[in-house]
DNA sequence: AAAGCGGGGTA
DNA sequence: TACCCAGCTTT
């Protein structure tokens, strides 16, 4: 249980601050719960000059939540490329199929029903419903846990089911009733501008003379995390098949990174050894004889993954005609509309690199 | 409970 | 390089 005068001190000292600060954002003071709900999903492990175009972009295109619903899919990719995790953007659609019409294009003013959307998690609902609807939803995400790990001095792992339901409990008991989505910005304003992950600013803190992470030195341990994070290296090599002015390309449809973006045809190899792709099954599987004449190698290209490092080289080939086979997934498109489909960052370089001027 | 999912900013 | 960002879903 928090102790009520220091639920009172917190409230009022970050009330206080969030008065005297801008922070101006598009989103700020909306009360249109689809563009409240359009940020929070754009805003999910992305900071905010990140997703600001972003918002800007698909509120352009989409003023409703109908418009967005009646968008292809592919479109809705489109329009996402680039910003990552694009399940993101699956959900969005498919959450916006749903208001659309299960909720007759209104989203709900409850609580329990906005977390059962697709992409909308204990967050986000927080978020909409406080924001959209004022109801008392405390909102926890990384500031909140880097604030109150601090200012408390709790030291239990915010990554684990214990340390995410002692945060969300306290958060709530902080909220203040009377006006949730003040407060709820306020918080997060804070974490974002005065208390930062690190060298946050403590010696002009309104929390200072109460906090115990300050006290006790711990600024630089809290919040504690459990786990570590694991990257693995994956090696790409892309084949650019071409004949005139025809390209294949694919929908990458596995449970995968770039889950519905797309890419060329891919081997994936487990080392660096890049030789021996002209064996490949690739060929035989795209009715192809043969790989086809080696015009140039790209790359390596690297990027990074949160999880993943990917070394990926660009092989582009000329074929004397189409492909005879061509698998689910694949397609072949002319070179001019190749901008139309979403790719990953990675392809999106390479063509940038090359201008599309791809031999 | 743990793993998987992007891309970019910062120290 | 390592960590973090207005987290969620699947296994």
């Known amino acids: ?5 220091f639920a009172t001190y917190f409230r009022e000292r970050l009330l206080n601050w969030a008065a005297e600060i801008e922070r101006p954002m598009p989103w700020k003071g909306e009360k249109d719960p689809y563009l409240i709900w359009l940020s929070e999903i754009i805003l999910q492990q992305t900071r905010v000059e990140q997703g600001m175009p972003y918002f800007e972009n698909f509120k352009r295109d989409y003023p409703t939540v109908q418009a967005l619903a009646e968008a292809p899919e592919d479109e809705v990719m489109k329009l996402w490329q680039g910003l990552g995790y694009y399940s993101r953007a699956r959900n969005l659609h498919a959450a916006a199929k749903i208001v659309s019409s299960t909720y ?3 989203f709900p003013a409850d609580h329990r029903q906005l977390l059962s959307l697709p992409g909308v998690g204990p967050y986000t609902a927080a978020a909409i419903a ?22 408390l001095g709790i030291d239990t792992p915010v990554d684990t089911t214990a340390g995410k339901k002692e945060f969300a409990r306290i958060a709530q008991e902080l909220l203040d009733q009377e006006d949730p989505a003040r407060y709820n910005q306020a918080i997060m304003d804070f974490g974002a501008l ?7 600013d403590c010696e002009r803190c309104p929390l200072a003379d109460r906090c115990i992470a300050l006290r006790d030195g711990l600024i630089d341990l809290l919040p504690v995390k459990e786990k570590k994070l694991v990257r693995k290296d994956r090696y790409f090599q892309y084949f650019i098949l071409q004949w005139k002015d ?64 990917i070394v990926a080289v660009f092989r582009e080939i000329e074929l004397a005609g189409p492909p005879s086979e061509l698998p689910e997934d694949y397609l072949v498109v002319d070179r001019k509309n190749l901008a139309k489909f979403a790719f990953p960052k990675l392809i999106d370089c390479y063509l940038r690199d090359n201008s599309l001027n791809l031999f």
């Open 104 to 106: 007759e294009g209104k």
């Open 246 to 309: 025809q390209v294949v390309i694919r929908k990458r449809t596995a449970k995968d990174i770039w889950r519905k973006l797309y890419e060329f045809p891919l081997i994936e190899t487990t080392g660096i050894e890049f030789g021996g792709w002209a064996q490949s099954d690739l060929w035989r599987e795209l009715g192809l004889k043969e790989a086809g004449e080696l015009k140039r190698t790209a790359g390596p290209f690297r990027q990074q993954l949160t999880h993943q490092r």
């Open 130 to 151: 406080s924001f959209a609807f004022a109801l008392p939803y405390a909102v926890v995400d990384g500031n909140v846990f880097r604030i109150l790990s601090r200012v």
């Open 1 to 5: 249980m928090v102790d009520t005068s």
């Open 194 to 200: 005065k208390c930062v992950p690190r060298n946050p």
